[in-house]
């Protein structure tokens, strides 16, 4: 039988097979320095970089359950997200979730790629608009994801050995699992060191443990879902990757958990700071005011 998934098929034990390699490296080359200068200039340029990987990746699941991008359907399906981005850059939180939420009337499928792939584009523009520092914070949430998938790549090539889950994805190895957990740890305390001072730097390492336990999770369901659906990629238009469920799945579960977390850190901070304490107030205060989230005097996003 073929095996599906984005994965490569099972190599020898050495584990080594580079034939992608070239092409991802070139990918990343374009994709890294455009994503790293939306996120540092902020405004309409992250709010744009957010709003076309969201509708990308919704279009993307749409296309796993047969919904046609150009059927009218498909189009309100499309503009969904774009409405809940919306009401996000103009402060409404709240209804950006109800918004989600009423993506009940595609059915069950449609709707729980609303949620996922919508409550990830809601954390990233959170985690910058509403937290401090917010370009730090998605830089090392992104950083983190990126490293954990590279480090689990090489690795896993380099060493090979027993499969991590083989009903699931069959390329996929303990060993690359364990890489791309170490860089993630590593890349984490160097990016917490930079954005919020070198004492901060085992909070880095903590954290980036969660970032990468999230990106390998999240890596794993959509590769079971890639199974369920009976295909390879969810798409062509990154090379070397796939589609941008393929690139970004890490970041459907990573993101939501940073900015979980930054609920938990006193005056937004950044989610590193988040105490047990901090959290569980948050969640299960009902008078608790987004406000107190927002240090920067606001709650939109100026595209001016």
């Not at 990830?120 to 914070?137: D, F, K, S």
């Not at 950083?143 to 390329?171: N, Q, T």
């Not at 959509?222 to 390879?232: C, F, I, M, P």
């Amino acid at each position: 039988m073929p095996v599906l998934g984005s994965e490569l098929p099972s190599t020898p034990r050495s584990g080594r097979n580079w034939k992608d390699l070239r092409t991802r490296l070139i990918s990343a080359a374009v994709l890294a320095p455009v994503a790293a200068l939306c996120i540092w200039a902020g405004g309409a340029a992250y709010a744009a970089l957010v709003l076309l990987a969201t509708t990308g990746m919704v279009v993307e699941w749409g296309r796993l359950f047969g919904l046609a991008a150009r059927s009218w359907r498909g189009v309100l399906y499309v503009a969904w997200p774009v409405a809940a981005m919306a009401a996000a850059l103009g402060g409404h939180w709240l209804v950006a979730f109800l918004v989600l939420g009423g993506a009940f009337v595609f059915g069950p499928a449609l709707w729980s790629g609303q949620v996922v792939i919508g409550c990830a584009g809601l954390a990233l523009l959170w985690l910058r608009l509403m937290t401090v520092p917010g370009t730090g914070e998605v830089l090392f949430v992104i950083i983190c994801v990126a490293v954990s998938d590279s480090g689990a790549y090489l690795i896993g090539r380099m060493l090979g050995g027993p499969k991590l889950a083989p009903a699931i994805s069959p390329a996929k190895t303990w060993s690359g699992s364990a890489g791309g957990l170490a860089s993630a740890m590593v890349a984490g305390g160097l990016v917490c060191a930079l954005a919020s001072g070198s004492e901060t730097w085992v909070r880095g390492i903590v954290f980036g443990a969660m970032m990468a336990v999230a990106a390998q999770l999240g890596d794993l369901a959509e590769s079971a879902l890639k199974r369920a659906r009976g295909v390879k990629d969810s798409g062509a238009i990154i090379p070397g990757h796939g589609g941008l469920l393929d690139r970004f799945d890490g970041l459907l579960v990573a993101a939501p958990l940073a900015a979980l977390l930054s609920l938990g850190a006193a005056g937004g901070e950044a989610f590193w700071y988040v105490t047990p304490a901090g959290l569980l107030s948050a969640l299960f205060a009902g008078h608790a005011d987004t406000g107190a989230h927002a240090p920067r005097g606001g709650r939109t996003i100026q595209l001016g």
